[in-house]
């Protein structure tokens, strides 16, 4: 499949109009029209409500968009990797990050350490945790951003890497506002109308912390599962849709949150707490390694300091 047809929708469902696109892509609406038909061809879904005067997408259309932009985000990060691997005097890194950690806390990261190594090229691999870790246990990344539960170990050699906690996490139940403006879906449910819940995979660190809070309130409880997907950004996306509520990142969706477009499913009983660790598998060295870990390390103070002055 040509990406460019993936340019073509993510350009036109983000402007809602096919004269608005043409002329952006640089190409006639009938060219546009047959491109998109044949994205939806290729995928076996239409994308676009074509029977309407307003311009829509179809569920199908609306889910597709970050799954689309993801996809787009990684080719061009593959090409911009593939041109500068073979400059001099760059400094690399390589990290594998969580998708919703790549979004968040990396970018402070990231801009922190431009700040202190002026030449540094990072290569950033945004993976499902246990394709992280495997990177890391081949040694095929430098560094690995990723979320951590006591109550859930992970497969991660303590022998052979450090981590560090940089950051904290919540995991909320959310779900959209109804007519009312009222939560559409308020836990704990009840057994004679059980709760449209949508779900990360079920061996996922996010699936088993959730399962695990499920399962320790059992009787108070009242959920049916209905879709399942590794990625929060994807759930998010089917929570849109009213398919149900869904536990995400509390930094992912603020803004969600202070707009009204999402609203919480349950108070903060419901909440689940997680660290964000940085591992690394080597002793620092050279001047850029330093650099790397006292960046780190002053993400992690600052962690600090802000939670013993919440605590006062």
Avoid at 82 to 93: D, S
Avoid at 275 to 285: F, M, N, S, V
Wanted: aromatic share 8%.
């Amino acid at each position: 499949m040509d990406f460019k047809l993936l340019e073509d929708f993510v350009c036109l469902a983000r402007l809602e109009s096919f004269t608005a696109a043409s002329r952006e892509r640089h190409i006639t609406q009938s060219a546009l029209s047959r491109r998109i038909r044949s994205l939806e061809k290729w995928l076996g879904v239409d994308l676009i409500n074509r029977g309407t005067k307003i311009f829509t997408l179809t569920p199908q259309g609306r889910i597709f968009v970050p799954e689309a932009q993801l996809i787009l985000r990684r080719l061009h990060n593959a090409r911009e990797m593939a041109g500068v691997l073979g400059a001099k005097g760059k400094y690399e890194i390589t990290v594998a990050a969580q998708n919703s950690i790549a979004q968040t806390l990396f970018l402070d990261w990231a801009k922190q350490l431009e700040g202190q190594l002026d030449n540094i090229f990072i290569r950033l691999l945004s993976e499902k945790l246990s394709a992280c870790i495997g990177l890391l246990n081949r040694g095929d990344v430098n560094y690995l951003f990723c979320y951590a539960r006591e109550s859930i170990p992970l497969p991660i050699d303590e022998n052979r890497f450090k981590f560090m906690t940089i950051g904290k996490e919540s995991l909320v139940p959310v779900t959209v506002p109804g007519a009312d403006q009222a939560p559409m879906h308020t836990l704990p449910g009840s057994a004679e109308k059980p709760l449209p819940f949508v779900a990360y995979d079920r061996d996922s660190v996010f699936g088993q912390a959730v399962d695990q809070l499920i399962q320790n309130n059992s009787d108070n409880c009242f959920l049916s599962r209905r879709y399942e997907n590794p990625y929060s950004h994807t759930l998010r996306s089917l929570v849109n849709e009213q398919l149900g509520l869904a536990w995400l990142p509390k930094t992912s969706i603020i803004s969600d949150l202070e707009s009204g477009n999402l609203c919480r499913a349950g108070n903060q009983q419901w909440d689940i707490e997680f660290d964000i660790r940085l591992y690394y598998h080597h002793e620092a060295t050279s001047s850029q390694e330093l650099a790397v870990l006292e960046t780190s390390q002053a993400i992690a103070s600052r962690l600090s300091n802000s939670q013993e002055s919440g605590n006062r």
